[in-house]
């Protein structure tokens, strides 16, 4: 599967940002989707992840209760709906796809499909 993200930019601390994911591919449904993000001079960290038919979401604690994560599967996207994003939000998003479920989302290595980044900026 290849991944296309989309949507990042700059944005007013309170403000919100919709960051979308496009796969290429015939099974996107046989995919668990989730979004990294790699804050500057910080190691990439699991943000949130939807899994096959989006029964089942799971959030990082720091973005829980701001962040949505959801797919499309007729449409193969994922997309992840940003709000009261806060400074600390800053940082290059990433998308990433993985067949398997078995071990944690949180688990980078777990991962081996990843699209490009887009940059998400966040000003006080």
């Known amino acids: 599967v290849q991944l296309q993200a989309s949507g990042g930019g700059s944005v007013q601390a309170g403000g919100s940002l919709r960051l979308s994911c496009a796969a290429s591919?015939?099974?996107?449904?046989?995919?668990?989707m989730g979004w990294f993000r790699q804050r500057p001079g910080k190691e990439r960290e699991f943000v949130a992840a939807v899994t096959y038919s989006g029964g089942q979401m799971d959030y990082a604690n720091s973005v829980k209760g701001r962040f949505t994560i959801s797919r499309d599967n007729a449409k193969k996207l994922t997309t992840l709906q940003m709000n009261s994003l806060k400074p600390e939000d800053t940082a290059v998003y990433y998308c990433?796809?993985?067949?398997?479920?078995?071990?944690?989302?949180?688990?980078?290595?777990?991962?081996?499909?990843w699209g490009q980044g887009t940059l998400v900026t966040v000003s006080s």
């Open positions: 591919g015939r099974t996107f449904s046989s995919y668990v």
């Open positions: 990433a796809a993985r067949s398997d479920y078995y071990s944690p989302p949180s688990s980078v290595s777990a991962w081996p499909y």
